[in-house]
Each structure stands twice: as structure tokens, then as C-alpha cells.
């Protein structure tokens, strides 16, 4: 049995929109933290590649040597910092001053008069894998455009959709938009009514008329409506800082948004209900929401690489859903086949986690 | 006999499994029209009732009625004061009025008249728009109860609105309730100052999640009629001959009143006879009237010794050279806030020294910069003879500290506390060992070495504290409110030990809202509005406001109303002169 | 001086005993003890790695050959691809890699095999989901290998390797080389930070922050009591996480012990330090908490674990200075891996004494000067 009185709903809402003006640290989790962590992952994490330092040993006097040292001396993808001999650039490579040590070897000219070219070495610093193959993949691509190979029997015509120019940016930026909301619903949620258990408000407020529902509800909406603004000004940010393509409508955005608060919220309120305590709360939503949403989530690692416990680990995420979303609506545009499966799951969990957080939130202390 | 406004009939309730219950088959009845005390010492289950009242909990077994129905169904009607008042602190004097009258279902166009008559009757308006987080603890404490009354309730339930409220507040809000029971409203209040039962209709006396009494509160004092008796001019000192007292089979009590013993006999007992107990030819006995606090520790049935064992021990203070506690024109400023200003005060070895005053006068200030928690603005003080501007550390170590609050490691078992402190004091190797088993022996905390602090019984953490505050056996203790919210018998037994080392030489001050621990001191200073307004015994405080107000025979608590309003008065006349 | 007498001595034992205790009593900072690492330990050991595998491809064939059979059966053989999706039309190939079905469609050109056959150059078109640009650039190197593979038999003369790689410190490019390791960085820094922060904040929500400060015990005592948990859970957790890698992942440690617990222990007080001043500042465990998780998630960040260092632009390069993570990580890797020697380790270890001392300093500053 729900029922439901609007004046005592309004009255409780205006008393949350007061606290969320008046407490800073909803201020913080709400605006700051998302701006932060927008421009950590807009440029703290670039996966697109920068010039690496590598060394450089030339054991060749000739002048095919010499060019092909110059070759990569002028490439975009290298910063040649340091020449010299392999031992004396590997104790460079150990101490990380290079990623990698190209050798040129001894006779490379008068091999390749004799038709019968040596093949460059190259020492990449296996410790971070992925610069290690990036190194070696562009450095062979260097020689290869020297040495004017003819290009191998089958060649790739690749077109990348949606990101022609494979910007990890464009797929962060969006992604981080999941994480800033999954804080705000889960988070501060969570925050809010644990606050309310621990400062004994909730008592006096329990034994008022007052409903399950009324107060459920007047814990959802301020806290839905702040994450949608603080998810327009992320959305805003990503497009103007970063340069985001913005190829859906704002209507998308923010269908799907709304669908991911619903489990974002109904997680909040149930931590909040299982624990009454913000620090243990807290300690919680982040484990729960966060962390999931950062690792588990399609977000930077691939859900199809991990081993299958975890794969079906993340089906129960809702982040999984929402993070194909924001990227097909930023890039692609309104693609509803994709979006709409994501936001029926979405519903779905959402539903669940309500029916237990009102399950769980009893109008008694016990 | 109309129905009463809610009754419990022989409710239970556990909080887990296998624990001792929170209520034991407890009954009680709130009558229309009238207080209903509901007493007893912390933990005694107070809150748990209430709580099973007002249907936030539900009890394991046993029948609960408000308001002639099941506890939460006529929620409309009932006011319920929880003890933080549950006001939200981000919200203004006005907004948390409006929230609970929405809540409570007030109709719109009464909001207006009822908020004026509420503010008024609190004496809030002038704060209307401060957030209730920026009020006086006081003022929180009226703002709480015009929420409960938002609405005008049949039934009232406070739970402990009193605590830890200065005499003044706690007389308005005494009161304020008074003026609704007129009106037919029931109001159940709960206490642990054991002088309002007195005030009460009707009291449950609560004790261990059982009723001890319940009735009239008459008919608890009715127990110790004709057996309360007042000593007055008698030889030596009054804490010697209390301990000598209390040795006696024939006298089951005894507090100290001033430089007057209050005196309970035991039943059957033949009458006093003056010249048998050898407080020399002077001394005189009276009747006294009979106290609800006497009542209290007649049904309990215990009695406490006396005597100390952690005095027999303890290191003589040095007697000469100086006072043991010394403040020289201490003030201190928060920003352009004075918080205490001019504070000058002397307290010599073998005496107790009690700061009173009303919540946020400057008390606590005060205290925190005798002991160095807080760097005084201007002016200069001494502990122990030591300077507490230069010798931080070295003044500190000559000092014992008990919080309120009982602020030992609940994690941490009563052994490890104990080594902690003897670490924390500088004692090493045997002399640790030796001490600490010592205060074990005498604390009698031998079970309870391996039980975590926090889950102690209130009165073994009350000695646990004292034990631990006493490690390194100071010259000086500070005290703030050490015996708040326990038993009569367990604060007789902390004072007797505070008696004990005084009568040693050791230096004691101590802050209060307890008039009971007033009592104790040698000397009093009342701080208010940021500077000493009286000092002087207990006995010529209570002298000073009989003169004032012309009463006879005031209590403290009348003496310390009474200087506070001459205080007010005579600022009055000095703000129309100028 | 005041460091030698007995009683000084008895007052720091004291301190340290009773944090200990406290710390492994209270149920809350137990949590914050062994939760995080073993949840990190799975989720980073297991969950992360960068490579792409079981991923969909399309196949759009209208050349239906030799040489484009062969193609389709190689890709469909290799253990990196899921599935192959049959493509019937450009329409299709469009709703599919919308839908995220595949990440990558292969177009076969009628004159592929001709070509292949011929020994001409011939190409494949590739159509790859660039909403996952990660993913997709390492599936387009995937194919283009096998592509690749295809050509090189249909002809006849074989082509001169022109490059030889070799990978040091891990041959095999193994990822979980280069995350365990890491994760000693993560664990280090989240577990410290947290115990760190709470310490302060716990006592003064409990009460006895007052209780402390009357007794003779003088600052510093109290904040190196205050440090002893989570030096000794790091070091803990660090020698776990040390065992794990190398008995249950077979993450060889090349370096010197000695240097990687030294190194261990200044980078868990220059994390001390900084957590240290977030527990000054907070007036409850909850601030603390936040605190410390604005200061993580970013100190994580800008390690160089989620992305390289170099890649950032110059001043967020600038700033991650400050970062003990950062210069930790340097250190952790070329201890596991490279085998650091001190000089090499020294220009890493230095920026951490500095950070340590500075926090230091300032959190005891804070300490003292917020007492009131």
C-alpha cells in the first residue's frame, strides 16, 4: 500500500534542495569531483600515442646508415634522446630515460648493396607492455618507408567509424560522464540518508505521518535532478574543453542518463538502508559503485577479455549499459536499436534495487 | 478516569539474541493531563520505551497503546522530542517549523498563527532565519519541542530534553511543558536529573531495563520519611567525617550539602544521637525533608563505602608553595567572539573548585585553557606551579583529565587502555606493571581485563576512566561533568575517591549542570556571558541569592537561576545608563 | 635527547602499541585493511588487461575465392576472434557495427582473389567501431597480420624480415608483468592513504582526540604512533602482493630486496604525510574519507599506470611531480623487472623524500596549530 500526500512530499523535497544548497560536501561530489575527474580522464589518461624516447645506436658509417638515422630522427612517433653504444643505452633503458634502443648493425650499407639487407634490431623495454609494441610496430614502419619496401601483398584499408582519427579522448571524456554519475546516484545517495540516521533526524521524522514512499521519493528526486545537471555541465564540458563530438540529440542524452539513475539511485538507498552509517556507507558505494564502474564496465578494459566469472560478473552492472550509450550518443548519434536494449536493462535493475531498498527501509529502528 | 494517553503493559524488547533485554517486562501508564516522569540513569532502557511509544520499535512481547490505538497509527497526534531533537542543522529556525508542520499535516492556513504563537512561546523569533545548527544548545533544545508541538499533540513523548542543558534553559523548558498539561495533553518526559522527578505527577523509576518504582513521586520519598536527618555545625572537615559516617552500620547515605551533612538511617534503626557520633559538642542534628534522590538509593539497596583505596595509596601532594591552579586575567577571542574574558581564579591543593555556568557562557572555554587545550589571547596561568605557556609537556604530565564523554579507546580492552595510559604518563617497566595492577585491585576491574571498554557497564567505565586518568597520580585533576547520566550509588563512589584525594592534597576542578555535584565543591565560580559573575562556597551562593530573591532555604538551583538573573538585570541597567 | 630517556621511549611505545591495537580492533579500519587489497588483487590481476580478445568480426565476402576463404578461415582460427558474423549487405555491415555487435567489418573486393592469385597487391577493407578507439586500433593490427599471412604464400618469393624485436625485461610482453608490479603502487597508496586519514579523524569523533592532548605526550609522539599501522599494513600488503606475484602470477622480481623495502618504506611516508594532512584537516572519518578519495583517484591517475606520463600535456606532466605514485611506480617496475640499480632508482626516490618531509612537516603544523 502506497500512499502518497504531495504537501508533505513538497515540504520534504524543499527541506533537501535547503541541505544540498547549504552542505558543502554534496557540493563537492556534485560539481567538483565530476569536473576533476573529467579532466583527469580528458587528459591524464591519453592511450593515443605521444613521441617516445628511444636511443639510438648506429654501428654503420655508411650512407644508407646515416639515412635511415635520420629517417627516424624525423619521425613523428620518435624522440631519439639518446645515441651510442648498446650497453651504455641500456643502462638508459633500464632507468627509463628510453623506451626502446634502435641498432643499426655493423656492415648495414654493404649488406644491403649486397642485396641481402640485415634486419634492424630493436630493444623495446617490455616492462610497459603496450609502449613496447607500439615501439616496435612504428619503428619497423620507419624503415619499411626508407627502405621503400613494396608494400606487402594484401594491405589494409582501414576507416575508423565515428572516430576517424581514434582519439581515446573521445571514448574517456563520454565514459567518465558513467563514473560522475554512478558517485552522484550511489554516492551521495547513499550520504544523504545514512547523515539522516546518524544525526537521529530520521527519527523524528518517522514518527510523523509520513509514508515509506514520501520519504523514499523525497530522497530520489533532488538527487535525480542534481545529477542531471551536473551531467549537462560534464556533457557541456566535454564538448567545448574537449572537443567531444556531440552526434545524437540532448533528448537521448537524457533518456538514457535518467534510465541509468534509476539503479544508481535504488543502490544508494539501499546501501544507505543496509548500513545508517556515512562513513561505512561511503566505504560501501564506493566498492560497489565506483570501483565496478571504473574497471568492470567496458570503460577502459574490454568485458570480452576478461576471464567469463567476471564477464557475467558485469552483466548485473548497470554501468555496462551505460557506458555503450554515451558513447554511441556522442559519437554515432541516436542509434535507439542500440540504446534501447541498455535502457530497458537499466529500467530493469533499477526496479530490482527499488523494490529491495523499500523492502530494506522500514519506518523503524530496529 | 478518563483513558490515559498511552500505556505499556509488560513490554520486553532485546536488541540482539541472548542479550540481556533493553526492557524487562516493563508497565506504564501516561495519564491525560499531566507529566509522567520517566527516571533512571543511562542505559537504564528510557529512550528504548519511548522508542517502543512512538512506534519506532517493535516490542518482542508485551501490549503498547497510544493514543487508544497501535503505536504509530495516530502519528498525527503525537509530538515526539527524540533526545538530539532531530532539527536539521542546515535548516533555519522557520524551515524546520514548516517541515514538521507539513509532515504533521498542520493545514496551510494555520501555518502562520500557530509558527507566531510557537515563536513566541519559545522565545525564538528573534532567530527565525539562523540555522538550527548555530543555536545554543538551549535554544535547540525549545526549537525541538515547538516542532513536537507543531501540531497540538494528545500525546507528548520527550526523551531526555533536559540533557546536558544549563539550569535556566531547563527551568523555561520546565515550564513551557507545564503550561501545555493544562491543555489535557499527556507528556511523558524522561530524565536522568533525578530533582525533576520530583516535579513530575507521576514517576517510572527505570534501572536495568526494569522498573524499580512507579507511582507518585511522594510515595518513593514516603520510603525514607523520618529517616533523613541534617548535621550541621560539626567538627573538622566535612569530607573526613562524611567517610567516617558512612562507616556506620546505622547510616545507610550520607552527601555532603554545603558545610551541612544530609544523613539517611537505616530502617529499624534507633534514632541519632548527636553526641554518639563524634562530630564534636556543637554538632546538632534536624529533620530534613526527604529527597526523590534518597528514595532512589533506598530501593536500590546498596550502599557505597566511604572510604577510598585509591586515596590510602596515592602520593601526598605538596601542601605549601603556591596554589595548585592559577589564572591571571585569562581571555581568549575567537575572531571578534569573546569567549571568556578577565578570568582570574586560585585553586589550592586539597580543594575542589567547580566551574558552573549556562551552556556556551564560557565554561568550557574556560576550563580548556587551564588545562592547556587551548592557548588563552591574552593573560597567564599555572598548573602545579608550572606555567603552561612554556612547559607544555611538563605541565601536562602533572595533570589528570576525565572528559563527559566517555572518551577512552572502546576498541581497546580495559587491560590495553590501562597500559596505554601508563605509557602515555611516562611510567615504564615495573612501576607500569605495578600501578596498573594496583588500580585493577582497587577499581575491582579484575573480570573485565579482557573486555572491550566501549561495552563496559556505565559503571565500570566511570571507574575504568578514573583509573586511567589517575595513572601517574597528579597533583591536579580536571573533571568535566564526570558523573552525568549514572546512578546515585555509582556517583557516591566517584566522589568518595575525588573526597579521598583531596583530603591528599590534590587539586581538583570540575565542571557541572549536576547540582548534586555542585554540592561537592569547596568553592564555586559562576561564568556567565564570558566572565566570572560569583564566586565563593556553595553555602554563600545559596546565602547571596536569598538575600536577592528573599526565598528561604533556595536550592543551588535557585541560587544559580537567581545570580544569573541579577547578573541580566544589572547589564539592563547599565545598557539604559548608557 | 628527549628520543633516548626511558620515559620518552615508554611514551612512544606506548602510542604505537595502543594504534596498532587500536587499528586492528576497530572493525571499521579492519575493513579498510583487508578489503581493498584482496578486491584490487582480484579485480586488477583478473580483470584488466588491454589486450583484446574474443572479439566479433564481420565478414562481407564478394569475392567468395580461394585466397578470401582462406582469409575468413585464418581469422575464424585465430584464438584472438570470437565469432565471424556472415555480412548479406552494406545495410547489415552499418546495423551491426552500430549495434555493437562486431568491432570490425572485413569488405572483400571481387578482385581479391584474382589479385592474391596474381601475385599483385591487393587489399581488404576494413570497417572498424572507432566509439572504442583502443580496442579497435589493436583489432585492425590483428587482422592486418593475418591478412598479411595470407599474401605472403600466394607469393612465390618470401620477404626479407626487415626488423627484429627483441622485448627486454619481459620477453613475451605479458601484461600481468607489468600490472602486478603496479598494483603494489595502487594497493600501497589506497590502503595507506585511508588508515592514514581515519587516525586523526577517529579520534576526534571518538572523543579521546582531548584525551591525547593533555597527556605529556608531545606531538611528534603522537603522529609517529599515528603512522606505525600504516607503515606496518604496507609493508604487509607490499610483501604479499611481492609472494603473489611471483608464486601465483610467475611475475619474476629481478631486483635487490633490501632496495625494494627501503624504497617501500619512504613511499609509504611520503603517502603518511599527505595522508596525514587530509586527517588534520577533516573534523570527521567521513571528510577524511572523501579527502582521501579526492586525492587518490588522482594520484592514481597520473601515475603513468592508466596512461603514460608522457603522453599528458606538459603541465599536467608538471604537476603529477608531486605525486608520490608517479616516481613509485618507476621505482616498483624497475625493481620487479629491470633490477634498478640505486643510481638509476635515485632520481625517482629523491622527489619522494622531498614530498614526505614537506607533508610532514605541514601535517604536524596543522596539527598543532588545530588543536584548538
Known sequence: MITLNLRRLAALMVKEAIQIRRDPSTLLIAFVLPVILLFLFGYGVSLDTARTRVGLSIQDDSAAARGLAESYRRSRWFDVARTGSVIGLRQDLVAGRIRAILVIPTDFGRSIAAGAPKPIEIVTDGSNPNTANFVAGYAEGVRAAWAGTPPPPVTLITRFWFNPELRSRFFLVPGSIAIVMSMIGSLLTALVVAREWERGTIEAVFATPISMAEFLISKLAPYFILALVSMTICATLAVTVFGVPFRGSPLALLAVSSAFLAPALGLGLLISAATKNQFVASQVALLSAFLPALLLSGFVFEIASMPKPIQWLTMILPARYFIPCLSTVFLAGDLWAVLLPNILAMLGFGAALFALAFRFTRKRLD | ?578 | MALVSPRAFGRLLAIIVKELRATLRDPRSRITLIVPPILQLFLFGMATTLEVKHFNVGILDNAGGKASTEFVQRLAGSPNVGRIVRLASPAQLRSEIESEGIIAAVVIDPRFDRDVAAGRPASLGVILDGRRSNAAQIVAGYIGVIAGSVGLEARSAPVMMGSVVRNAFNPNLDYVWFTLPSLIMMVGAVSALTVTAQSVARERELGTYEQLLVSPLRTHEILIGKMAPPLIAGLFNGTVYLLVAQIVFGVPFAGSLPLFYLTLVIYLLSLMGVGMLVSTLAATQQQAFLGVFLVTVPSVMLSGYAGPVDNMPPWLQTLSLADPCRHYLVIVDGLFLKAMPWEALWPSVMPLIIIGAVTLSAASWLFRARKE
Open chain 2, 1 to 578: 478516569m478518563t483513558a490515559p494517553a498511552a500505556q505499556a503493559r509488560s513490554v520486553t524488547k532485546r536488541f540482539a539474541r541472548g542479550a540481556a533485554p533493553a526492557l524487562d517486562a516493563v508497565s506504564l501508564i501516561v495519564a491525560t493531563g499531566q507529566i509522567t516522569g520517566l527516571v533512571g540513569p543511562d542505559g537504564a532502557g528510557k529512550t528504548t520505551l519511548i522508542r517502543v511509544l512512538a512506534g519506532l520499535l517493535r516490542p518482542e512481547s508485551g501490549e503498547v497503546e497510544a493514543l487508544g490505538a497501535a503505536p504509530g497509527v495516530r502519528a498525527e497526534d503525537v509530538g515526539y522530542m527524540p533526545q538530539r531533537f532531530g532539527l536539521y542543522e542546515d535548516l533555519s529556525v522557520l524551515q524546520n517549523l514548516n517541515l514538521y508542520a507539513e509532515l504533521r499535516g498542520l493545514p496551510p492556513a494555520e501555518h502562520a498563527a500557530t509558527f507566531e504563537r510557537l515563536m513566541h512561546f519559545t522565545d525564538l523569533k528573534r532567530f527565525q532565519n539562523r540555522p538550527a545548527g548555530k543555536l545554543s544548545g538551549g535554544m535547540k533544545q525549545k526549537l525541538g519541542l515547538a516542532c513536537a508541538l507543531v501540531r497540538t499533540p494528545r500525546l507528548l513523548l520527550l526523551d531526555e530534553p533536559s540533557v546536558g542543558v544549563d539550569p535556566v534553559s531547563r527551568r523555561e523548558l520546565w515550564s513551557m511543558v507545564g503550561a501545555l498539561v493544562g491543555e489535557g495533553i499527556g507528556v511523558l518526559w524522561s530524565t536522568a536529573y533525578l530533582d525533576e522527578a520530583e516535579r513530575c505527577a507521576s514517576v517510572c523509576l527505570l534501572n536495568e531495563g526494569k522498573v524499580l518504582f512507579s507511582g507518585p513521586p511522594v510515595d518513593l520519598t514516603a520510603r525514607v520519611a523520618g529517616r533523613v536527618q541534617r548535621l550541621d555545625d560539626f567538627d573538622g572537615g566535612s569530607r573526613a567525617r562524611l567517610s567516617e559516617l558512612l562507616a556506620r552500620p546505622d547510616i545507610t547515605d550520607a552527601t555532603i550539602h554545603g558545610r551541612s551533612l544530609i544523613l539517611v538511617t537505616a530502617r529499624d534503626a534507633p534514632p541519632l544521637d548527636p553526641t554518639s557520633l563524634g562530630a564534636g559538642p556543637r554538632a546538632r542534628l534536624s529533620p530534613a525533608a526527604p529527597r526523590f534522590e534518597d528514595g532512589f538509593v533506598d530501593i536500590l539497596d546498596r550502599k557505597s563505602s566511604g572510604t577510598s583505596a585509591l586515596a590510602a595509596t596515592y602520593a601526598e601532594a605538596p601542601r605549601g608553595g603556591g596554589p595548585a591552579i592559577e589564572a591571571k586575567a585569562l581571555t581568549k577571542r575567537f575572531g571578534d567572539f569573546t569567549a571568556a574574558e578577565d578570568i582570574t581564579l586560585n585553586v589550592a591543593p586539597g580543594e575542589i573548585f567547580g566551574l558552573l555556568g549556562p551552556n556556551g557562557a564560557g565554561k568550557s572555554t574556560t576550563f580548556k585553557m587551564l588545562c592547556g587545550l587551548l592557548t588563552p589571547t591574552s593573560g597567564s596561568g599555572a598548573v602545579a606551579g608550572r606555567g603552561f605557556a612554556e612547559a607544555g609537556p611538563a605541565a601536562r604530565a602533572r595533570l589528570g583529565y576525565m572528559a563527559q564523554k566517555f572518551s577512552l579507546y572502546g576498541d581497546l580492552s580495559v587491560a590495553q587502555n590501562l597500559a596505554f595510559f601508563a605509557g602515555a604518563y611516562g611510567l615504564v617497566g615495573a612501576r607500569a606493571r605495578d600501578r596498573s595492577r594496583e588500580l585493577v585491585e582497587i577499581f575491582d576491574l579484575h573480570r573485565y581485563l579482557p573486555v572491550n571498554a566501549g561495552t563496559l557497564p556505565l559503571g565500570y567505565k566511570q571507574r575504568l576512566a578514573l583509573a586511567c586518568a589517575v595513572m601517574h597520580e597528579p597533583p591536579v585533576l580536571f573533571l568535566d561533568e564526570p558523573t552525568s547520566g549514572v546512578d546515585p550509588i555509582i556517583r557516591r563512589e566517584f566522589w568518595s575517591h575525588i573526597n579521598g584525594l583531596v583530603e591528599r592534597g590534590v587539586a581538583v576542578l570540575v565542571t557541572t549542570h549536576f547540582m548534586e555535584e555542585a554540592e561537592y565543591c569547596d568553592r564555586i565560580a559562576l561564568v556567565y556571558r564570558a566572565r566570572v559573575i560569583a564566586t565563593g562556597a556553595p553555602d554563600e551562593l545559596r546565602a547571596q541569592a536569598a538575600r536577592n530573591t528573599g526565598r528561604t532555604d533556595p536550592t543551588m538551583e535557585d541560587a544559580f537561576v537567581a545570580l544569573i538573573e541579577a547578573a541580566d538585570r544589572a547589564r539592563e541597567a547599565t545598557d539604559l545608563a548608557a
